[in-house]
């Protein structure tokens, strides 16, 4: 009977080895070819004008002052003419805008391309730890330094060079294209993203394809790659802020009640906080298979083989907060408010918690987990119904769709793997996806986890190189979805959306990762 044992071992090594080699291959390569022309100086000045805009949207709702928007509009105007002469401008409720380049096929449904106006604030603390001053959009050390070089203003200045090199070059789609630019994406985008979608949505226009900012080309951010990755998200996380408010006795301290609502109140908190909902690694997986063939052998090895090693993976990945967050739906205590005076218990406490819901998480599961977890009638709560969304539907990636993206990623940057990915944050593409089930999220530029960081951090910048990648990237992707029918799919192409679905197949299938991790 024993001999049985190695034969097994055997079997078992032979077959986690050859689920690795077949787990990830790289694709074929790009077709060679120069890339296209674009103006650095109208880059570099356009996009250093923009970040003197001083566009900031500030807490609680507050978008930017009209003044700055309209200064940034103008210069937008004299600094790409052709655009302006050729495309429609529109100013939807007169700060967002929304440029048309129509098509001549206009029975072809558009491609939207997305950036939005606003900037984070600059932290009062910090400005004189800036090496240059935040809104100076100078050009020092081949950058261009001022909050919004890299959220997103180089975004829209690079969508524009796009445009305006491509007209003045005398080319027409064929496609409808569109450039949406909203004014208050840094205070959730209510009324600019989601009033543009309306408009849209009121006209009967559904585009093809909308782009939007969201991941980058890096490096040095996954553990176990080898080279740079073009992260590009076909996934979006939900969003919930629960308001939860705790009752008790109140009266003088001297004589304290047994349930306090501060006491209560923090022992909820406390319990959120140690009981976390499951995780998943199905879009961690998803991500690792597209760039796997640059991961080392071991990481290949464990992602290919996750039905053995998932348990391990996750355990590893829940103690990091920044991988944590990748794989489950995450709980942040924000806000605390109780009490107002030394001697005196108060009669409610209040605290604010922020829910990033995982797709196939929704609210209603969220609430069903924090009624669980609490346990107590002394604690209610309620989600803040401007302030809760769910998760984003997928959009696949074996599309032609996806496909073209990649190709241009990798004319753009040719050592870089593409992936898809679930992005974290919110971005205003999550306005657009009740128009278009084909949703993505990328930034095409390459930076350093150094660099990202700046990202409404200290000494946000961008440098002229990825400038002008961007902007390349973008001309190549306008003339293959826009250009000879040939390299854009009809409309009549069928192409299948993930919907409500495929979040439930991802929670079936981080059921089944988690049983054969337990087993």
Same mark, same amino acid.
């Given at each position: 009977m024993?001999?049985?044992?190695p034969a097994?071992?055997?079997?078992?090594?032979a077959?986690?080895?050859?689920?690795?080699?077949?787990?990830?291959h790289?694709?074929?390569?790009?077709?060679?070819?120069e890339?296209?022309?674009? /103006?650095? @100086?109208? !880059?570099?000045v356009?996009?250093?004008?923009a *970040?003197?805009?001083e566009?900031?949207? =500030? %807490?609680?709702?507050?978008?930017?002052?009209a003044?700055?928007?309209?200064?940034?509009?103008?210069?937008l105007?004299?600094?790409?003419?052709?655009?302006?002469?050729?495309?429609?401008?529109?100013?939807?409720d007169?700060?967002?805008?929304?440029?048309?380049?129509?098509?001549s096929?206009?029975?072809?449904?558009?491609?939207?391309f997305?950036?939005?106006?606003?900037?984070?604030p600059?932290?009062p603390?910090?400005?004189?730890?800036?090496?240059?001053?935040?809104?100076?959009?100078?050009?020092?050390?081949?950058y261009?330094w001022?909050r919004?070089?890299?959220?997103?203003?180089s975004?829209?200045?690079?969508?524009?060079e796009?445009?305006?090199?491509?007209?003045?070059?005398g080319?027409?789609?064929?496609?409808?294209?569109?450039?949406?630019?909203g004014? /208050?994406? @840094?205070v !959730?985008?209510?009324?600019?993203?989601?009033? *543009?979608a309306?408009?849209l949505?009121? =006209? %009967?226009?559904?585009?093809?394809?909308v782009?939007?900012?969201?991941?980058?080309?890096?490096?040095g951010?996954?553990?176990?790659?080898n080279?740079?990755?073009?992260?590009?998200?076909?996934?979006?996380?939900?969003?919930?802020?629960l308001l939860?408010?705790?009752s008790?006795?109140?009266?003088?301290s001297?004589?304290?009640s047994k349930?306090?609502a501060?006491?209560?109140?923090?022992?909820?908190?406390?319990?959120?906080?140690?009981?976390?909902?499951?995780?998943?690694?199905?879009?961690?997986?998803?991500?690792?298979?597209?760039?796997?063939?640059?991961?080392?052998f071991?990481t290949?090895?464990?992602?290919?083989?996750l039905?053995?090693?998932?348990?391990?993976?996750?355990?590893?990945?829940?103690?990091?907060p920044?991988?944590?967050?990748?794989?489950h739906?995450?709980?942040? !205590?924000?806000r605390?408010?109780?009490?107002?005076?030394?001697?005196?218990?108060?009669?409610?406490?209040?605290?604010?918690?922020?829910?990033?819901?995982?797709?196939?998480?929704?609210i209603?599961?969220v609430c069903d987990?924090?009624?669980?977890?609490?346990?107590?009638?002394?604690v209610?709560?309620?989600?803040?119904?401007?302030l809760?969304?769910?998760?984003?539907?997928?959009?696949?990636?074996?599309t032609?769709l996806?496909?073209?993206?990649?190709?241009?990623?990798?004319?753009?940057?040719?050592?870089?793997?593409?992936?898809?990915?679930?992005?974290?944050g919110?971005?205003?593409?999550?306005?657009?996806?009740?128009?278009?089930?084909?949703?993505?999220?990328f930034?095409p530029?390459?930076?350093?986890a150094?660099?990202?960081?700046?990202?409404h951090?200290?000494n946000?910048?961008?440098?002229?190189?990825?400038?002008?990648?961007?902007?390349q990237?973008y001309?190549?992707?306008?003339?293959?979805?826009?250009?000879?029918?040939?390299?854009a799919?009809?409309?009549?192409?069928?192409i299948?959306?993930?919907?409500s679905?495929?979040?439930?197949a991802v929670?079936?299938k981080?059921?089944?990762q988690?049983?054969?991790?337990?087993?």
């Open positions: 024993y001999y049985l044992i097994f071992l055997l079997f078992l090594g077959f986690i080895l050859v689920r690795t080699f077949l787990f990830s790289p694709p074929m390569p790009p077709e060679e070819g890339l296209p022309t674009v /103006d650095r @100086e109208r !880059l570099v356009g996009l250093g004008e *970040i003197r805009c566009t900031i949207s =500030r %807490g609680d709702n507050q978008p930017p002052d003044g700055a928007l309209y200064k940034l509009h103008t210069g105007q004299v600094r790409f003419p052709q655009t302006h002469a050729r495309l429609k401008r529109e100013s939807i007169d700060l967002n805008l929304l440029y048309t380049w129509e098509g096929q206009p029975d072809l449904a558009p491609v939207l997305t950036a939005h106006q606003d900037v984070v600059i932290d603390t910090q400005v004189d730890s800036w090496q240059q001053p935040p809104f100076s959009g100078v050009l020092v050390d081949d261009v001022g919004g070089a890299l959220d997103t203003k975004t829209l200045i690079a969508l524009l796009a445009v305006e090199s491509l007209v003045s070059a080319y027409q789609p064929q496609r409808t294209i569109l450039l949406a630019f004014y /208050d994406e @840094e !959730l985008g209510l009324k600019g993203a989601r009033r *543009i309306g408009v949505e009121e =006209r %009967g226009i559904h585009p093809m394809l782009l939007d900012e969201g991941g980058a080309v890096v490096e951010v996954l553990p176990g790659f080279g740079p990755v073009a992260m590009v998200g076909n996934v979006e996380k939900g969003y919930l802020d939860l408010t705790a008790g006795q109140d009266g003088h001297s004589t304290p349930h306090s501060i006491g209560a109140l923090s022992r909820a908190l406390i319990n959120l906080e140690s009981h976390s909902m499951p995780a998943n690694l199905y879009f961690l997986e998803q991500t690792a298979r597209s760039a796997g063939y640059m991961a080392s071991g290949q090895m464990i992602f290919a083989n039905w053995l090693f998932g348990r391990i993976v996750r355990r590893r990945l829940e103690a990091i920044q991988t944590a967050a990748a794989i739906t995450t709980t942040a !205590l924000t605390i408010e109780g009490g107002f005076k030394d001697n005196v218990l108060p009669a409610q406490a209040r605290a604010l918690v922020n829910f990033r819901l995982f797709p196939g998480d929704s209603a599961d987990h924090v009624r669980r977890a609490i346990h107590d009638d002394q209610q709560f309620e989600a803040l119904p401007d809760s969304w769910e998760a984003s539907p997928i959009s696949q990636t074996d032609l996806f496909d073209q993206i990649r190709i241009a990623v990798q004319k753009v940057f040719p050592d870089a793997a593409v992936a898809p990915y679930l992005v974290q919110t971005t205003d593409a999550r306005h657009y996806t009740g128009l278009c089930g084909q949703v993505f999220r930034s530029y390459q930076i350093t150094d660099e990202l960081a700046t990202i951090g200290l946000e910048r961008i440098s002229v190189e990825n400038l002008e990648r961007m902007a990237f001309m190549l992707v306008m003339r293959t979805w826009g250009g000879a029918e040939e390299s799919p009809a409309d009549s192409e069928e299948e959306v993930e919907d679905t495929s979040a439930e929670s079936q981080a059921e089944r988690e049983a054969d991790g337990e087993s």
